[in-house]
């Protein structure tokens, strides 16, 4: 067999494994089952991919500053182009096959050792209970930063490479250049944690290729290859410059509770009620009295959580094989439907 005839075997049998890989996750961990479950963290991945508002406040994850949105708002984008909504299914189904995409990335990282390191990931994903939360839980984002960090550290080890071969060309240069920022910035958005651990694991692999390949440039070439981690690392930081400007431009700082706040502020609590329902793009009619905030928040989140429950197509084969402590939560739940609306 010639070795384009091995390398091709091997790429049809990695592509099968991980089909079957991605399979497995889709029959097994998906929302409301009994490895990943379903809370309100898990529905505002969902709540937020079916956003029809573009702002910097979308630019994370609903309220904090810590966990990049960059695949809520792909999510959002293409709902916009294509009006598609995104149920809980759809959201799992696609933070799934981007957490399994890192078995694929790991192959690539390592020629010698990829096929070990991509099968151990696989096995960890399909047996380890906690691995299962982190990667497939809609309210996780490791499955998101992992996956983008493994595609980072291989774009780069791949730039470093080529940058140390005088043969290569500025076009493979380039792709890996373009490649490792692209990743590297997706890691950094997700989680900035990622740029200390991807600067660890740069330096050790440009060490490891300077004391290995002597030569003139090495400085000059290892230093080259942190360019697309120092892009990521900026973008991140505007990224969040943006956000904390929007967030105390349009929601100031809480410093106390006022509970006898005056008439004017009480109308605009009332203007922004407006905009909290099903559908907050649609105008108010003049026939839609103003109602206290609180109690309109709750009852349409809770409208969406529990609507999005119904939505699951696990929900009733789990009723029927769950226990008494399940049957009473689905009690608590038709109390709490009746209670709001």
């Not at 910097?56 to 182009?81: E, K, M, N, S, T």
């Not at 047996?127 to 490791?142: D, G, H, I, Y």
């Not at 029927?320 to 009473?328: D, K, L, Q, V």
Request: glycine share 8%; aromatic share 10%.
């Amino acid at each position: 067999m010639s070795p384009r005839s091995s390398k091709a075997l091997g790429t049809i049998i990695l592509l099968g494994a991980w089909g079957v890989l991605l399979w497995q996750v889709l029959r097994h961990f998906d929302p409301g089952s009994s490895f990943t479950g379903w809370n309100a963290d898990v529905a505002i991945t969902t709540l937020q991919s079916n956003d029809p508002v573009f702002d910097p406040f979308r630019l994370y994850y609903y309220g904090q500053d810590r966990i990049g949105a960059w695949p809520w708002l792909l999510a959002q984008g293409l709902r916009a182009l294509t009006g598609m909504d995104w149920t809980p299914w759809r959201s799992f189904v696609w933070q799934a096959t981007w957490a399994c995409l890192a078995c694929l990335a790991l192959r690539g990282l390592q020629r010698e050792a990829g096929w070990l390191l991509a099968a151990v990931f696989a096995s960890l994903a399909l047996l380890s209970e906690l691995l299962q939360v982190q990667l497939f839980a809609l309210s996780q984002p490791f499955g998101w930063q992992l996956t983008a960090l493994f595609l980072a550290w291989w774009a780069l080890v791949r730039l470093l490479q080529r940058l140390e071969r005088p043969d290569t060309s500025r076009g493979a240069i380039a792709g890996w250049a373009l490649s490792a920022t692209l990743f590297c910035t997706l890691a950094c958005w997700t989680s900035p944690t990622s740029g200390p651990l991807l600067g660890v694991a740069i330096g050790a692999e440009g060490t490891r290729l300077w004391l290995a390949n002597a030569g003139a440039g090495r400085r000059r070439r290892l230093l080259a290859a942190f360019l697309p981690l120092a892009v990521g690392i900026t973008f991140e930081a505007v990224v969040r410059g943006i956000f904390h400007r929007f967030a105390r431009q349009h929601f100031g700082k809480v410093i106390n509770i006022d509970k006898d706040a005056p008439a004017a502020a009480a109308q605009r609590v009332d203007q922004l009620v407006a905009g909290d329902r099903k559908q907050p793009w649609g105008k108010r009619g003049a026939d839609v009295p103003g109602v206290p905030l609180q109690m309109d928040r709750q009852q349409n989140v809770l409208h969406d959580v529990l609507g999005l429950i119904d939505r699951l197509p696990c929900t009733r084969k789990a009723t029927a094989r769950r226990g008494p402590e399940h049957r009473r939560d689905g009690l608590e739940q038709a109390m709490i439907r009746r209670t709001v609306a």
